[in-house]
């Protein structure tokens, strides 16, 4: 019970070492809330298929080089590295444990040669220049520090002509602005979530951050009615699976437990949204 209060006060590493490697797939390690397009679906299938609309809106089948921030366990980057022969893929993550277990994952699957992941932020980024044909961040961006630091160092690294893509939860647009309970609300799940105040903005102010930082072609397409409803549903089947649930530490149990009744009110507070754009070819 205290651990998961320490979860309020402390950052995303934090979140993740707690979490550790008691996660939702029975075949991979994904992290995601997933991306469900029919019923019988399994969770590892819908993670694998958010990483796969991700992967197309970063246009990977055109890139030679990626940067992946936030990679989790790093499936999605093996799932690309699979999918698209000729990739390269750079990635950086703060938690220790997802980037020691990342890198030995990714060497079992023979892929090091072409899969380099790193220890870092994303909101610092230890490359040069004009590098990288695409940045993708796959539900991680939510809890940089911030989220228009790492906008702009993506921006930074990017060829011109390079494309962004991310998979991000932002708050839902409240018609008339939000009442005391839901901004409470907003608080409490945001700090759970690990998700610093300053990130909590509406699309339109997602917008107007990547035009100043110089982006182009942008599009913010909310994809939640096959995110959040599914994902829940989900969770609380698994809530009644013994063998899931007996697979979990007491400690990730209850937390999934907690997590799993306030769906409704989740659906209300937090949109989900696919972000793309460009980087001009020519900018000043
Ligand atoms: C929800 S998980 C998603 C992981 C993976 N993309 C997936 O779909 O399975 C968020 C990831 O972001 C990473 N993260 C959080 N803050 C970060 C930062 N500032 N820079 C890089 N990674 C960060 C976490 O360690 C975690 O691996």
């Avoid at 799932?79 to 890198?103: C, D, E, M, S």
């Avoid at 903005?201 to 096959?226: C, M, P, T, W």
């Avoid at 949204?273 to 900018?283: L, N």
Wanted: net charge positive; aromatic share 12%; proline share 3%.
């Amino acid at each position: 019970m205290k651990n998961v209060f320490l979860l309020f006060r402390r950052g995303a590493n934090s979140t993740y070492d707690f979490i550790g490697e008691d996660v939702w797939g029975d075949e991979s390690l994904y992290l995601n809330l997933g991306y469900w397009t029919g019923s019988s679906m399994s969770y590892d299938q819908a993670a694998q298929n958010l990483a796969d609309y991700l992967g197309c809106s970063a246009q990977l089948h055109n890139a030679k080089e990626v940067l992946d921030a936030g990679y989790g366990f790093g499936d999605q980057d093996m799932f690309w590295a699979k999918k698209y022969p000729k990739l390269k893929i750079k990635g950086v993550n703060v938690t220790q444990l997802h980037v020691h277990r990342a890198r030995a994952r990714v060497e079992a699957a023979g892929l090091s040669d072409r899969v380099d992941l790193m220890q870092g932020s994303a909101t610092e980024l230890s490359f040069e220049h004009n590098r990288f044909d695409s940045v993708v961040s796959l539900e991680a961006a939510f809890h940089f520090v911030t989220r228009k630091d790492f906008l702009n160092e993506a921006f930074r690294v990017l060829k011109p002509g390079g494309r962004l893509a991310v998979a991000d939860v932002i708050p839902c647009k409240i018609p008339g602005g939000a009442n005391l309970m839901q901004k409470v609300r907003m608080r409490v799940l945001s700090a759970l979530l690990s998700t610093p105040n300053v990130n909590n903005h509406s699309s339109e102010e997602y917008r107007e951050q990547l035009e100043k930082i110089g982006f182009v072609d942008i599009k913010i397409e909310s994809i939640k009615a096959n995110v959040y409803k599914p994902f829940f549903s989900f969770v609380r089947n698994q809530k009644n699976n013994a063998q899931f649930m007996s697979r979990l530490s007491p400690r990730v149990r209850y937390f999934y437990k907690m997590i799993s009744s306030p769906s409704d009110k989740i659906l209300e507070t937090f949109d989900y949204v696919i972000v793309s754009a460009c980087k001009p070819e020519v900018f000043a």
